[in-house]
């Protein structure tokens, strides 16, 4: 506090975050614009259920590329955090858009949502850093607030979808309006954002970091929570919407209104971040994240049973879209609280590499299982997740270690 009274780390605080926070929903919009139309490049160029699967998982390729790239090179410590976010943010939209532009085939396409993979990973690991070095005991909120953004911004691409043409909307104005809003993001990151008070100073580089992160016991648990969560997440928020519009299909509903339900589920998630940060600060990281687990683990549990009936899903996949997603900013503020300070993000991008890694096995399961026992039996495989997660947090919880978190609240 000064003497005119103005506290200086106040100043400007959650304008910035906000302003880091609308940043990252535009440019996490590049992240599904493939796999929300789907449905149209199907039909246009016949994929298979294995192409399918790859529009979403090159990017979760190109992800951990990326991410482990940088943790390696400690990118996220060594560079400034604004800076890394504006350019990836600009690549993310550079590569999304030559899909549209090129009008190339599958196996182009591919490489191109590869290459947005490897961007977003300068994108979503250091916007946590940063939200980080302006909360402390507020930073499950400041997180949550991010994820929040960064799980609207995923969704968009549905939402644009559902507002296209009835029918099949076209594709190309999917992608090109994500890849301008990516643009976007690049923009407001570098020339609104900046660091806050928090922010160590750049440490020198160190290649084994990302190693001994992982090691040490309390953020290695929090990690494992992160994975549990991580099993279910992206497999969910993949083909959920795949899921409605069949529902909606059979049930010969609209499939305007199964699209602006798929929206919905994804952007539930951004209230479910918001509000378990705001909880996790007051009632401890541990606790949420394990009520958030238990809740989105019994929703995929339900989920098949409720096929034929797409009314009563529709509602269990609401509730589904707030609990998958709302533990997931709190396992990040954990490795803030638990990690050397001075490596923040490099263990923030190792965290997110390993997540984003596991996703691909879960993505590319759920086809097949949907072959072999339909839509109604194919996300209860996603529960196992939930159940190690929940493990790894209990355990987490009883160490001594886990005082740093939340102020002490665990």
Not at 117 to 127: C, D, H, M, N
Not at 202 to 229: I, K, M, Q, S, V
Not at 365 to 387: N, S
Request: aromatic content about 10%.
């Amino acid at each position: 506090m000064t003497d005119s009274g103005i506290d200086p780390i106040g100043r400007g605080k959650w304008r910035t975050v906000g302003l880091l926070a609308l940043a990252e929903l535009l440019a996490m919009s590049v992240w599904f614009s493939a796999s929300a139309v789907v449905p149209q490049l199907t039909s246009e160029w016949g994929l298979t259920g294995a192409q399918q699967s790859w529009l979403t998982m090159s990017v979760q390729v190109g992800f951990v590329a990326g991410a482990l790239l940088s943790a390696v090179l400690n990118l996220a410590d060594r560079l400034p955090p604004q800076r890394l976010i504006a350019g990836s943010a600009v690549l993310a939209a550079a590569a999304n858009s030559a899909i549209a532009l090129l009008d190339a085939g599958p196996g182009v396409v591919l490489a191109l949502r590869f290459l947005t993979g490897v961007a977003l990973a300068g994108v979503y690991p250091p916007g946590m850093k940063l939200v980080a070095s302006w909360c402390k005991e507020d930073r499950g909120l400041g997180i949550g607030l991010l994820v929040g953004a960064i799980t609207l911004g995923s969704g968009m691409p549905h939402l644009l979808n559902a507002l296209g043409s009835r029918g099949m909307p076209p594709w190309r104005s999917v992608l090109l309006t994500t890849s301008a809003l990516s643009l976007a993001a690049g923009w407001i990151a570098a020339v609104a954002t900046r660091p806050g008070p928090f922010l160590a100073k750049a440490p020198p580089f160190d290649w084994r970091y990302a190693g001994r992160a992982f090691a040490n016991r309390p953020t290695r648990l929090a990690n494992f929570g992160y994975l549990g969560h991580m099993w279910e997440l992206y497999a969910m928020w993949a083909w959920v919407p795949l899921f409605l519009l069949a529902s909606y299909e059979r049930a010969g509903w609209k499939p305007e209104s199964a699209r602006l339900a798929g929206f919905g589920v994804l952007a539930a998630g951004a209230a479910g971040s918001l509000l378990a940060g705001v909880l996790a600060d007051r009632l401890g990281r541990t606790l949420i994240t394990v009520w958030s687990l238990a809740a989105s683990g019994a929703c995929a549990l339900g989920a098949g049973l409720l096929f034929n009936h797409p009314l009563p899903l529709t509602l269990l996949c609401l509730v589904w879209g707030f609990a998958v997603v709302a533990d997931s900013a709190q396992f990040s503020a954990a490795i803030t609280e638990l990690a050397d300070p001075r490596y923040m993000g490099t263990a923030l991008t190792l965290q997110t590499s390993l997540g984003f890694l596991l996703t691909l096995f879960t993505i590319r399961m759920i086809p097949p299982l949907v072959d072999r026992i339909g839509w109604e039996g194919a996300f209860l495989i996603l529960a196992l997740g939930p159940v190690f997660g929940i493990v790894s947090m209990l355990r987490l919880r009883r160490l001594p270690e886990a005082e740093r978190m939340a102020g002490g609240r665990r």
